[in-house]
């Protein structure tokens, strides 16, 4: 990289790794823009998580892992030899879910987004890996290539994401915030 401003998108497309340029507003940038917005939301709830402690080292590692697929998106052709989101990493998360999850209560009823600051940043991280698997999904379905683990990658670490906030909230003291139906 050399300079930081190009010009080269001042007209409303882009760059793709592999060559070639899309508009802006194409599926495949939007899907890789999606999963770079759940990669800037972890920062933040890693920055409050490293005065807590608890999942601060998963949420590096999945930073990682979202760049990876980022980039895999980026680039149509596979021509940046980035290394594909495989069922390795989708079976990581799983382990860490099952991890968190044996130490909280049983889940009985909806929770909503709250508690403490970690714990709210890490609910916002979830919604946006969300949308970003609602893009994946999307691009997939215009017929965008891509590997067979990233939704289901993107799926498993919402659900993570999720548990990361029980526990956060759980080891700072904090319970569940309820969803009252009747509020």
Known sequence: ???????????G??????GGRVPKSDARVAAYGAVEEVSCALGLAAAELARAGDVAETIGKVQHHLFRLGGRLADP????K???????EVGWLEAEIDRLDASLPPLEQFVLPGGA???????????????AEREVV??????????PH???YLNRLSDYLFVAARFTNASAGHPDVPWDPDF
């Open 117 to 131: 600051v970690a714990a709210s940043h890490l609910h916002m991280a979830r919604a946006l890996c969300r949308r």
């Open 138 to 147: 999307e691009l997939k379905n215009r017929g965008g290539p891509m590997g």
């Open 82 to 88: 980035i290394r594909p989101i495989g069922e390795e």
């Open 13 to 18: 497309d882009t760059s793709l790794f592999g």
């Open 1 to 11: 990289m050399t300079r930081i401003y190009t010009r080269g998108g001042d007209q």
């Open 77 to 80: 052709e596979g021509k940046a």
């Open 150 to 152: 990233v939704i289901p």
